[in-house]
């Protein structure tokens, strides 16, 4: 009996709750309506509160922002996975300097530990002197940790040239690199063969060096006639005529005769390998670089 | 009486209207506009307690019903889902804005155009406002559907997509918080 007199009580006592006017503003609120389907779907409650209908736009943007990161982490992750297995087994590529954007041919010791780092051009535009400097590698992956820190003399004896290297991007960087390699190579070699003509005719010591800088530019030679530089038609005979050279130089022992000396000197001279030399290093600064 | 009206529109002429609606006939729209808009508008002032706020509700739930006028099946009644849609609008914009009705000005006035005169203390009717102010949406919506503007479960179930029992569970529930809240004016009742 009380509960009923009680929801009396309460429904009779809540008709003054928020009584609306007795006139509903028809007429106001159907212009009001018209003008805004006219302006577009925004819905502005209470004199400027915007109802936009935001939760599946919020809820749209999450799903594309969780979707974009995903996207991002998986290139991540294939760009790492990628870099990582391809590493260990680059026998031949350049690194690329970060301080100067130029490729860097990093060239390795195998007795020592050690490598020397050789830059690809000659600003000065000698095309006479190779370079080699000190230059350490940026970013390399060479998973025995060998660091460019000690330069070695282009005279530093029997090494092995080992060619080392990082991020290759794509096969225009990669063929790029392979110019800018044979071109340094073919610089290197070009002073080789000029010293060895201007020496002195009776030098052991300077004969020891020569020797030992025709080997490395021997091994380097090598891996070049067995890299796609070899493919070009030109460049081919001339590596192959320059290997020839080479271990003549190499074989050429301290004491050798004056005989031995003007045998390489006419195969220098029967097979053109100056003119040729100087003809495939372009002059100026290097190209490519 | 008024509640009879809309009783008495079939699910036939709520099909019609809609599909002159959707067919783009504007004394259509003025039609359906014209037939609800006094319920909507009723529900929505006493929700919100505010006319800004009831006439800002009521004008997005028409735009809001124009624009989806077309994924009306008939399943309820147009009255049902123009109701829910009122009721979601509303209920969401009091939300979002986070408006509190003040309660000092239009008190008074509402005594003088209600449609039952309310011999009430206004001492009680003060304390009655902010005990209904102070439920839970689900619950205030339920009761001012129900006790304030005549609602039956049904519409109210319909309107607020929930089962009839809970309705009216949350009915019970909210009389109830009311009950305590009012605790000190029992003799009015028990009387």
Known sequence: MTEDNFEEFLKKTAQGYNVPPARTPREEMWSTIQSKRAAGPQVVYGGGSQLREPAPRRFGSKVWLAAAAAALLLVATGVGIGRWTAGPSAITSVAVNATTEKPVVVVGSDQAGGSTTHQPANESGSGSEATVSPTPKVGSRNPEGRSASSAQSRLSGNEATRVATTAIPNAADRNSAYQITTTQHLSEAEALLTSFRSRPTADRQMDAQLGAWARQLLSNTRLLLDSPVANDPQRRPLLEDLELVLVQIVQLSPGSTPQDREMIEKSLQQDHVMTRLRTAIPAGPQRGS | ?191
Request: overall charge negative.
């Open chain 2, 1 to 191: 009486m008024e509640m009879a009206a809309y009783e008495s529109r079939s699910s036939v002429n709520d099909i019609q209207l809609v599909t002159r609606v959707v067919a783009g006939d504007a004394a259509a729209e003025r039609e359906l506009y014209e037939t609800y808009v006094d319920r909507i508008y009723r529900l929505t002032f006493r929700l919100a307690g505010d006319d800004e706020l009831a006439r800002d509700f009521t004008q997005a739930t028409f735009i809001r019903a124009f624009e989806k006028i077309g994924s009306f099946r008939g399943e309820s009644s147009l009255s049902t889902w123009l109701h829910s849609i009122g009721l979601s609008v509303a209920l969401n914009g009091l939300r979002k804005t986070k408006r509190i009705r003040n309660r000092e000005g239009p008190m008074e006035e509402g005594l003088t155009v209600g449609v039952t005169p309310i011999q009430a203390e206004p001492d009680l009717k003060e304390r009655l406002a902010r005990a209904i102010d102070s439920l839970s949406d689900k619950y205030r919506a339920v009761f001012v559907m129900h006790d304030v503007e005549g609602y039956t479960h049904e519409e109210i179930a319909g309107a607020l997509n929930i089962p009839i029992g809970t309705s009216k569970s949350h009915l019970f529930q909210a009389r109830g918080k009311l009950r305590i809240a009012l605790a000190d004016f029992a003799p009015e009742w028990v009387s």
